[in-house]
């Protein structure tokens, strides 16, 4: 089975910032990505990388969210700056072996999730 184990979550003021990482199976995913999910919500898209390094953001985090891969490793960060108390979510990473799947939510493998808390 494909693990996807994600870290790096935790509190901050607004203003501040995170490194979120994706630790994934060894194996070339066509996509992975970034999304969240705050209570009563529906989960979003964040940010998604194909395996030649292009890159799609959502509109609410452009210009301060950047997703990278670790090639070597198969590894997905996220780093967040300028975090607003609207960033509040769980943050899943997802993979897919099958095809590009950029924002959307039809992924095959998803992560358990890290808490990301930005207060006022």
């Known amino acids: 089975q494909v693990q996807v184990v994600e870290s790096g979550g935790g509190s901050v003021q607004a203003g501040g910032s995170l490194r979120l990482s994706c630790v994934a199976s060894?194996?070339?995913?066509?996509?992975m990505g970034w999304f969240r999910q705050a209570p009563g919500k529906e989960r979003e898209g964040v940010a998604a990388?194909?395996?030649?390094?292009?890159?799609k953001y959502a509109d609410s985090v452009k210009g301060r969210f950047t997703i990278s891969k670790d090639n070597a490793k198969n590894n997905l960060y996220l780093q967040m700056n300028s975090l607003k108390p609207e960033d509040t979510a769980m943050y899943y990473c997802?993979?897919?072996?099958?095809?590009?799947?950029?924002?959307?939510?039809?992924?095959?493998?998803w992560g358990q999730g890290t808490q990301v808390t930005v207060s006022s």
């Open positions: 997802a993979a897919d072996t099958r095809r590009y799947r950029g924002l959307g939510l039809e992924y095959t493998y």
């Open positions: 060894r194996y070339r995913f066509s996509s």
């Open positions: 990388i194909d395996t030649d390094g292009s890159t």
